[in-house]
């Protein structure tokens, strides 16, 4: 098998993807279907926020005590821990 150049192979790719474009109708998504996806995307993308929340809000929390047991300031922590809680709060009460 012959190997291809670099340049060869993404002029390959491209052309293989406009043949694909022209050969394939965009108009056949329905609107619904669309709408339904939209709204899935929106959920996922909250539901990934209050994940991620809850770790950072853990991470802080053992940052807090390790301060705390070291006879540290905690706090900075204290005030990340509250502005994150604040955060989570308000994508509890959004639905």
């Known amino acids: 098998m012959k190997k291809m150049s670099d340049d060869a192979y993404e002029k390959k790719i491209q052309h293989m993807r406009e043949l ?8 056949e998504l329905s609107a619904h279907m669309v709408a339904k996806l939209s709204f899935l995307d929106h959920f996922r993308s909250r539901e990934n926020q209050k994940a991620r929340l809850r770790r950072q809000l ?3 929390e053992i940052k807090r005590c390790r301060a705390t047991l070291d006879r540290k300031s905690s706090q900075k922590f204290e ?5 994150k809680k604040a955060l989570f709060k308000r994508l509890l009460d959004e639905k």
Do not use: G, I, P, T
């Open 20 to 27: 694909y474009l022209e050969n394939h109708d965009k108009s």
């Open 58 to 60: 853990s991470e802080l």
């Open 79 to 83: 005030q990340k821990l509250a502005m």
